[in-house]
């Protein structure tokens, strides 16, 4: 069965620290990968998306995210955080050819301190 | 851009009453999706839908129903409320070719069940 798994569950940052939170996937075939955030009461955004070609993909708000074949994995990273970017992360993953389903991680809550 | 747009944002409701959550989307989307979210759980499945009154479980469909008689419109039944289907409710659509399964979301509807 496809599964995603966000190891962290919460991250405590200053604001300016780099970010860094993990997404690795189980799933047969060819993926597509997505990063949404998740402000408080808010429904899902999406950050940026993965399909095929270049590897590390820009996002909006400064965010990059590097999908590694080998290692089933997508990683979202930040330089510097803003307080502003206190929120859930999601990762996901849905099949590139077929069913239309996208199945999400656990997500990551991202709190920043002044 | 889309616009997803869910009925209630707050709702409480008693024990045993039938309520019904209505999900809309102005972009002509094949694709529509129920979602619950939980802490620690992330999204889960309840039901989708691919095209009028077609639609498929999801990962938790028991205790949940759904209606889909325009493409514009995806409805999720609670046949008789319980407790335990107290949650965040999530909408998205998605196109059926051509997006690489990128959906998106309604605000979220909260439901509480007393």
């Known amino acids: 069965a496809q599964s995603v798994s966000q190891h962290n569950h919460h991250v405590i940052l200053s604001e300016a620290a780099s970010l860094e939170l993990g997404c690795n996937y189980s799933y047969g075939g060819t993926v597509n990968l997505f990063w949404y955030v998740q402000s408080p009461g808010q429904g899902l955004q999406l950050l940026l998306k993965y399909f095929s070609g270049d590897t590390l993909v820009q996002g909006i708000k400064g965010f990059e995210a590097e999908f590694k074949r080998s290692q089933s994995s997508f990683n979202l990273r930040k330089p510097s955080v803003h307080w502003s970017d206190a929120a859930e992360y999601f990762c996901a993953v849905g099949a590139s050819q077929g069913a239309q389903k996208l199945v999400f991680g656990q997500g990551t809550r991202l709190t920043i301190n002044p | 851009d889309v616009k997803v747009t869910q009925s209630s944002r707050y709702l409480v409701k008693r024990t045993g009453e039938k309520v019904f959550l209505e999900c809309v989307q102005d972009?002509?989307?094949?694709?529509m999706f129920w979602y619950r979210q939980d802490p620690g759980l992330g999204l889960r499945l309840i039901y989708f839908s691919y095209d009028v009154k077609m639609k498929e479980k999801g990962d938790i469909p028991e205790g949940y129903s759904v209606s889909r008689e325009k493409k514009e419109r995806f409805s999720l039944i609670l046949e008789s409320a319980s407790t335990n289907q107290t949650s965040m409710y999530l909408c998205?659509?998605?196109?059926?070719?051509?997006?690489?399964?990128?959906?998106?979301f309604g605000p979220g509807t909260r439901l509480t069940v007393t």
């Open positions: 972009m002509d989307h094949e694709n």
């Open positions: 998205a659509s998605s196109l059926a070719s051509g997006s690489h399964n990128e959906q998106y």
